[in-house]
């Protein structure tokens, strides 16, 4: 019995891999037609299957954008680099998405340490930090047996410096891969999908406005209350808008 559901479970998993692929061959044969709807369709129900990388949201970030639809564009391109945060291809068409908005928000430069921390650690994802932790960690064990078990006093000195090399770094890489990994929790972006939005001081309608997004703008969430969400801007401003204007990025 228990055999049999294993073999089913298996085939189960082939089918709905094989159907996937399927669906993403038939998504880029419509895209190349240029039948954007039916590509978008087909890339979609990979989605709903439950599978999603980064050539799928960025095959739909360029779907959307063929059709000039400018949030969904940006949203999918977004979701892509979230994956893949060093891919130049993905950059480069969400900066062709991002020309098309009309809003113009100024993002404040980061300068000294803080900077040069930020380029290092969005080299690699928290994942790859940790993964890299892990290495490290077992170089250094390597070194370490290497240092009790050799004879000569030179050959023990080599592998005393490069174990303690190894644990140095793989306390680095570890302490980055935590900091990473909470940075990437506390950063809860979201794309403005109304054609213009007003953005309050408070939480509800009756409130001043204090500025005014348009479609495809990027925001932070900071907090959520009842159907409002605060949001901040790259500039530094901040202000509640209904949650419905916006779509969260990381629901994956």
């Known amino acids: 019995m228990k055999k049999i559901l294993f073999i089913l479970l298996i085939s189960i998993s082939f ?29 979609l129900k990979i989605i709903a299957n439950g599978k999603a990388s980064a050539a799928l949201y960025f095959n739909l970030g360029n779907v959307y954008y063929k059709q000039n639809k400018i949030a969904p564009s940006i949203y999918y ?18 900066a062709y998405a991002q020309n098309m908005t009309l809003d113009a928000i100024a993002v404040i430069p980061e300068t000294g340490l803080s900077k040069i921390y930020k380029n290092a650690a969005s080299y690699f994802s928290f994942e790859q930090w940790a993964y890299a932790s892990i290495a490290l960690m077992f170089l250094f064990v390597i070194g370490y047996l290497l240092y009790y078990f050799l004879t000569y006093a030179t050959q023990k000195r080599i592998a005393f410096i490069i174990s303690i090399i190894c644990f140095l770094f793989a306390i680095v890489t570890m302490s980055i891969a935590y900091a990473e990994y909470s940075a990437f929790h506390a950063d809860q972006p979201a794309i403005v999908f109304e054609p213009e939005v007003i953005v309050k001081s408070e939480p509800n309608t009756r409130s001043e ?8 703008a990027k925001v932070k969430v900071l907090e959520e209350l009842n159907d ?6 790259a500039d530094g401003q901040t202000g509640w808008l209904a949650s419905k204007t916006i779509k969260m990025l990381k629901d994956f």
């Open 77 to 94: 391109y977004e979701k892509a680099l979230l994956l893949q945060p060093n891919d130049q291809d993905i950059k480069n068409n969400l």
């Open 209 to 216: 406005e204090t500025f005014r997004l348009h479609e495809g």
């Open 228 to 233: 409002w969400n605060k949001i901040k801007i």
């Open 15 to 43: 089918f709905g891999f094989s159907q996937n692929e399927t669906l993403f061959e038939k998504g880029n044969k419509a895209y190349n037609d240029a039948a954007y709807d039916e590509a978008a369709d087909a890339y």
